[in-house]
């Protein structure tokens, strides 16, 4: 068998394990998978500008929570709304603000670049937090799960468990076999030669600027995709959704996965998601449980430490190489 | 507005700048001379304030110069904490890229919150002025200016004026800014990077210490109160430029003056002007005011 023949037997595998889970996972079990299933989303979004156009970006949360509010405040307060016009509408609300964001963060480099879209997220926090219309610090709550249907006639409920279940995993599948088909195309290898050498691609004729908009945006309808359906299963946002831990979060997920390849982000998600759920676990850790931020601190700290290059292993690849001259200088060291 | 109302913004603004600048200076030379993003440098601050608020007592029956005491065995305690910190986990972060360096101090942020919570737990605490610096200054017939916070500016701009002779006169400052421009040519011209990285490091941690001890009284203390400042600091360092001492002082007293001003005049949207003001440089400069190159 073919390596990519592998490749493709793994994933049907997975997605299979994925679809059968809800048989045997109790009531906790699929919400717990569809959360991660979430994450997955939202951390496969993020590894389209990290892993593939070694873009650093530390801001991630405001797509994802700017796409969950826009899903709320979009809900008509009389009744449920429809799917295929309310899922647009919160991608596009994500999207325009990673057009801007982009726009203008993409003209720095390297550390630039991480400090800038982390102040741009703390921007639509402070929007969120400090302004009336999305209810300030409480947040507010999904009075109308969004309806599923075609010419009227329902297809799934997405207000019960099961269904939004299946929902969630096909777009995970659907962003999965869609971003893989991305990078095999032009544009992804025009990517992966910007991450490489943006110098180089920009001397063989490339305009790199809008190569790494275009990814941008695009990294930030999926990570709308994410928020939107994290706002249908929860029903509730509030700021701390485009918070900065949220941003750091995913990042960890992706990191902890083996940043380079898709997979990396969602084995990623799914193992951050297990790791954190483990050290909240009081028949563990007792009282200690409420700390659970200090063991997730320290795995971290870790998990830099000893294992550079993830869970899925896989080449590490020097993300941000292609974008810090200094830092190239800095790495020529043995 | 009338005049005595727009002096004491002008006051607080410049307190708030210079406040800000005590941090951002520490972490645009750890950014530019040792080349590593510290996410956990907002963690000092917090670590000062509450050093402020838990040493207090224990120089209290010194009178007028137990305040004195607090602050100085705070930046002592704070300068063996960032030596030891750089040594324990910052040492190795410098041949590793952007990203595990964010990583990293990504962990230590979260680290840090819980052992202060654990230690001093979730509430938020007042730390009193000394006392001989409580009183107010009368201005105009109406209002009153605070000296605890012209004592704050005062502070500041001593320090700024220590750092700026430092850097530019002594020989330490030389390697720094040497440093800043080529870490290689530095190192292999026999100056110990390694060394001079670890004191440069505790210097920054001493400094956004010191900044929150002072503020402590100003602000109260409270969780989570770090990295507020911290993402604040991002944008003057990006606004002054990395590795630019001038550039972080010019750029923390702007971002002083807009959000004060922004906070007199545009209430609802003061949160959000300092980032439009970020974005309007990025737009002009993208390396910044003072590009340290």
């Given amino acids: 068998m073919s390596a990519r023949a592998i490749r493709i037997a793994v994933f049907v595998a997975a997605a299979l394990a994925l679809a059968l889970f809800p048989l045997v996972g109790g009531k906790f079990g699929v919400d717990f998978v569809t959360k991660m299933m979430v994450f997955a989303i939202f951390a496969l979004s993020l590894e389209l500008l990290v892993g593939q156009a070694g873009l650093v970006c530390f801001g991630q949360a405001a797509f994802f929570g700017i796409a969950a509010y826009a899903t709320v405040l979009a809900t008509p307060r009389t009744g449920a709304a429809s799917v295929w016009w309310l899922l647009p509408a919160a991608l596009g609300a994500s999207g325009l603000f990673a057009l801007f964001m982009g726009a203008l963060s993409i003209r720095t480099r390297g550390v630039y670049f991480i400090m800038v879209t982390l102040a741009f997220s703390q921007m639509a926090y402070y929007v969120a937090h400090d302004t009336p219309l999305g209810g300030g610090t409480d947040g507010i709550y999904l009075d109308y799960t969004p309806a599923l249907g075609i010419a009227g006639t329902p297809l799934l409920d997405l207000g019960k468990p099961w269904p939004f279940y299946y929902f969630v995993l096909a777009m995970l599948v659907a962003v999965f076999v869609f971003l893989g088909a991305i990078l095999r195309s032009r544009f992804g290898h025009a990517l992966a030669g910007i991450r490489v050498n943006e110098q180089r691609m920009r001397a063989a004729g490339f305009s790199t600027y809008p190569y790494k908009l275009a990814a941008f945006v695009l990294s930030g309808l999926v990570a709308g995709l994410a928020g939107f359906l994290f706002a249908v299963k929860d029903g509730f946002v509030n700021p701390e959704l485009m918070g900065w831990n949220v941003s750091g979060t995913v990042l960890m997920m992706i990191i902890l996965g083996g940043i380079g390849h898709l997979r990396g982000a969602v084995i990623g998600a799914f193992a951050f998601s297990l790791l954190e759920e483990f050290f909240k676990l009081d028949s563990v850790f007792g009282d200690f449980a409420k700390h659970w931020h200090l063991g997730v601190g320290l795995a971290i700290i870790a998990c830099v430490a000893a294992m550079p290059h993830g869970i899925a292993g896989g080449r590490l690849r020097r993300a941000t190489a292609s974008n810090t001259e200094d830092a190239e200088v800095h790495r020529g060291k043995p | ?293």
């Avoid at chain 2, 509450?50 to 300068?79: I, R």
């Fill in chain 2, 1 to 293: 507005m009338d005049l005595a109302t727009f002096l004491v913004q002008c006051l607080n603004a410049l307190q708030y700048g210079l406040l800000l600048f005590l941090v951002a200076s520490g972490l645009t030379l750890i950014f530019g001379v040792m080349g590593v993003i510290n996410l956990a440098h907002g963690s000092f601050y917090m670590l000062g304030a509450y050093m402020a608020y838990a040493l207090a007592p224990a120089f209290a029956n010194l009178g007028g110069l137990g305040f004195f005491a607090t602050l100085a065995a705070g930046v002592v305690l704070a300068v063996v904490f960032g030596y030891l910190l750089e040594w324990a986990f910052f040492s190795f972060l410098y041949e590793r890229d952007h990203l595990q360096q964010v990583l990293m101090t990504y962990g230590l942020i979260l680290v840090f919150e819980e052992l202060r919570s654990l230690a001093m737990g979730d509430d938020v605490h007042g730390v009193a002025a000394p006392a001989w610096l409580s009183g107010s200054i009368p201005l105009g017939t109406l209002m009153a200016y605070p000296v605890y916070r012209l004592f704050i500016s005062g502070v500041c701009v001593l320090l700024a004026l220590g750092l700026y002779a430092v850097i530019s006169r002594t020989r330490l400052g030389m390697m720094i800014r040497a440093g800043a421009s080529n870490r290689e040519m530095v190192s292999s011209l026999g100056v110990d990077v390694r060394q001079l990285f670890r004191v440069m490091f505790a210097a920054g941690v001493a400094l956004a210490a010191l900044a929150g001890m002072l503020a402590a009284p100003v602000s109260s203390v409270y969780p989570g109160m770090g990295n507020q400042v911290l993402i604040i600091c991002f944008v003057v360092v990006v606004i002054g430029g990395i590795g630019s001492i001038r550039g972080a002082l010019a750029a923390a007293l702007l971002v002083g003056a807009v959000d004060t001003f922004g906070k007199v005049f545009f209430p609802q949207a003061a949160g959000v002007l300092v980032y439009v003001l970020m974005a309007l440089v990025l737009l002009w400069r993208p390396g910044g005011l003072f590009k340290a190159t």
